[in-house]
């Protein structure tokens, strides 16, 4: 595992896209991209901080495009960014330990109702990557409290 930095930049805004972008739209702005700051293609007659501007760019664009162009490193980043989005915007409703959960056995998942009338739903991939967990029909959050493997 290699150390990832603390504040993550934003690889959406470097590509132009948006996170609901398409697997297809995100490789076409990356190309784009890619073939206007790839260092082959600049121009001649570029001072030498352009070129250097150009040569960053293209790094972070290919950082970006590594990131969100491979199924498993963007579910994971989209994941991150959606629990720090979430714990700036909303306030967490209120902990819920595991065990106060129900277990739902056909359909393998943790839920537990909410007091909008909604549910809170997590499957054990969800509680793998993310402690919150957002209420199906209203804007309430619940933080899930998992007790450490024994
Ligand atoms: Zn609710």
Not at 1 to 25: F, Q
């Amino acid at each position: 595992m290699s150390s990832e930095p603390r504040t993550e930049k934003d690889w959406y805004s470097i590509l132009g896209a948006r996170p609901s972008d398409s697997p297809a739209e995100l490789r076409q702005k990356y190309q784009k991209l890619a073939l206007l700051y790839h260092p082959d293609k600049q121009r001649r007659d570029i001072s030498a901080e352009q070129e250097a501007e150009g040569a960053r760019k293209f790094i972070e664009i290919s950082q970006a495009w590594k990131i969100l162009g491979n199924e498993e490193t963007k579910r994971t980043y989209d994941l991150r960014r959606r629990d720090g989005e979430m714990t700036r915007s909303f306030p967490v409703d209120n902990q819920i330990h595991i065990e106060d959960m129900i277990w739902h056995e056909d359909e393998e998942y943790y839920y537990y109702s909410c007091r909008c009338g909604g549910q809170y739903i997590a499957d054990k991939s969800d509680l793998q990557q993310t402690s919150l967990v957002n209420c199906d029909s209203c804007s309430l959050i619940i933080e899930i409290l998992q007790e450490a493997q024994r």
